[in-house]
């Protein structure tokens, strides 16, 4: 349970998906002009993040890996198609947001509604292949640690982009120098939020 | 077809190779595909390998869904789309594994990442899907071209700054370390990279002016 709380709070906030591996800067900065859409587009990313990387943890181990393809078959003992992660990933990640999306339309009207379009784009929302592509990497030992690593990177996501929306809101009264406006002090405030996250590091639960 | 009278590189041409170095740079002006690029910035090496699989994957990419532009019905366009991608990444990833392990080791997942990178998939919707093939290998190769400059800036002055070397070279004189000069640890971290690519936005809209946004 401890290494869980562990691997959750060090993908929140030491290896934040944004601050520490910039993932998912396309739409951080494309939507990430008020706080109310931004916390939508947030909330869809825990969602997506949370299902995707366990099934994704699944499909590594019992399908993808060397020697993965064991409980098929003994003979299938050496055989390693772990070259095909990507392709497969990505169709689980369009599959998974399509089914993400149904389920909250089911259960949840006002949430779907409140997420709107922001859903869809999540399939090509990089933070999500990142996220399981590091999973992949990181070679987590169960499903329990990989669901808290994509829960953790999903929160992560949700802090840095509100964040960055309500200075974003407040900034436009600010005098900005001219050439800065718009794009580029939002990368030097995301640069220093950074700064400010690395603050973190070294923290062991 | 007019493409057989128009010289292969008309200055309309060479506007479509040029024109996203400087007024419509992937990452500057369209905020396209930062996503995966950062990270990789730390040396000029991978930056440029990095430049190098983009460049790859979306010439070959824009030309086949270019030669494709009339078959694929615009419904199921987004998953033709992102297979032809993905498996020019795994191409790409392959052949760094096989030729340059270490290089594709610091890499890890961000060759992968090129999947996601909005740049290849914006410029297939926005270009690829409605010209020819050689003009939209020119869009991709010019495309390729913006990004991997920026990348290569960035990856100069974070190693520079924070390793004193570039390319692995050392550049700066060891004589300077005696009088007290220290590399930054700073630039190594990746915050410092958002704060280069604001300041190198900075720079370029203060040249160019009509690029300034108004909010």
Same mark, same amino acid.
């Given at each position: 349970m401890e290494n869980l709380v562990n691997i959750f709070v060090k993908s929140v906030f030491i290896d934040n998906m944004i601050f520490a591996y910039f993932l998912g800067m396309c739409s951080y900065l494309a939507v990430s002009k008020t706080v109310k859409t931004s916390t939508g587009l947030g909330i869809a990313v825990i969602f997506v993040l949370g299902f995707t990387v366990p099934v994704a943890y699944l499909i590594e181990n019992y399908l993808l890996k060397e020697g993965a393809l064991v409980w098929l078959s003994e003979s299938f003992a050496d055989v390693d198609l772990s070259f095909l992660s990507f392709i497969i990933f990505i169709a689980l990640i369009a599959s998974m947001v399509q089914l993400v999306e149904m389920v909250i339309e089911k259960f949840s009207p006002a949430l779907y509604s409140s997420l709107g379009i922001f859903l869809p784009l999540i399939a090509v929302n990089c933070a999500i292949l990142g996220g399981s592509l590091f999973m992949q990497e990181r070679a987590y030992n169960n499903i329990a640690e990989a669901t808290a690593f994509g829960l953790g990177s999903g929160v992560g996501w949700f802090l840095a982009i509100v964040g960055i929306a309500a200075i974003r809101e407040k900034i436009r009264y600010s005098n900005v120098p001219d050439p800065l406006k718009g794009l580029g002090i939002t990368f030097i405030i995301t640069g220093l939020m950074g700064i400010a996250f690395m603050g973190f590091m070294g923290i062991k639960l | 077809m007019s493409a057989e009278k128009e010289p292969l590189f008309s200055s309309k041409n060479i506007k479509l190779l040029t024109g996203p170095l400087n007024?419509?740079?992937?990452?500057? #002006?369209? #905020?396209?595909?930062i996503c995966s690029a950062l990270a990789v910035t730390v040396k000029v090496k991978p930056a440029f390998v990095m430049a190098l699989s983009v460049l790859v994957v979306m010439a070959v990419s824009n030309v086949v869904i270019s030669l494709l532009r009339k078959t694929v019905p615009p419904r199921i366009r987004i998953i033709v789309q992102l297979v032809v991608i993905a498996a020019m990444v795994i191409l790409v990833d392959q052949v760094l594994k096989a030729f340059l392990y270490d290089i594709s080791k610091q890499l890890s997942v961000f060759v992968g990442l090129i999947i996601t990178n909005c740049i290849i998939m914006g410029r297939l919707e926005a270009f690829a899907l409605s010209n020819k093939p050689w003009q939209s290998f020119l869009d991709g190769v010019g495309n390729a071209a913006g990004y991997g400059v920026i990348l290569i800036i960035v990856a100069f002055f974070r190693e520079l700054l924070g390793s004193g070397t570039v390319w692995g070279f050392k550049v700066i004189p060891e004589s300077v370390y005696d009088f007290g000069y220290e590399n930054n640890g700073l630039m190594i971290l990746p915050p410092m990279a958002l704060i280069v690519v604001g300041v190198i936005i900075w720079v370029q809209r203060a040249k160019n002016k009509k690029l300034v946004e108004s909010n």
């Open positions: - | 007024d419509s740079n992937p990452i500057t #002006v369209q #905020v396209l595909g």
